[in-house]
């Protein structure tokens, strides 16, 4: 079993939006914090605003990182450099054919999915806000961890072939 066509191709777009992605909330998060009255293209009314998630206790650290290292530890980056982090991960393992990288992406991603899951509850039920940004984020982790149990499923086929 080889991997199928798909997997790469969707794996690179993926990344790369989700970096996009990541890359563009940091310079929302950075620029509000720099200036108050900074209004992102993101930012479409009172409860469909992204700035307001990103400056939230939630968007460092999963608003979980300050009961254990200070406000302004190094520790407590903003939930977007997590994101730029994790999608150069994903596209640089993906170019493995490694069942440990396979491995790796697979577990990376249910992480992925979980912070998704806690991230959209918050949004939701504490923020009550809608932000397109984090919701597309949320998406582009389920897609790829579905990528990445394709691409382990094919790995662990041919390295029985093989094997």
């Excluded at 577990?107 to 959209?120: M, R």
């Amino acid at each position: 079993m080889a991997l199928p066509q798909w997997e790469r191709k969707a794996r690179i777009f993926l990344c790369v939006f989700g970096l996009f992605l990541s890359v563009y909330a940091l310079h929302v998060e950075l620029s509000r914090e720099n200036n108050p009255d900074y209004r992102a293209m993101c930012d479409l009314g009172e409860s469909v605003s992204c700035s307001k998630v990103f400056t939230s206790r939630w968007g460092r650290g999963f608003g979980l990182v300050q009961f254990f290292a200070p406000k302004d530890s190094p520790l407590n980056q903003p939930n977007s450099v997590l994101g730029i982090i994790f999608y150069t991960l994903q596209m640089g393992l993906g170019l493995s054919l490694s069942k440990k990288a396979a491995m790796f992406l697979v577990f990376s991603s249910w992480v992925s999915v979980a912070g998704s899951l806690y991230l959209a509850f918050i949004l939701a039920f504490v923020l009550g806000d809608f932000c397109m940004v984090c919701v597309s984020t949320y998406i582009i982790n389920f897609v790829l961890l579905f990528t990445n149990l394709t691409r382990r499923r094919a790995i662990e086929g041919m390295k029985q072939k093989t094997g």
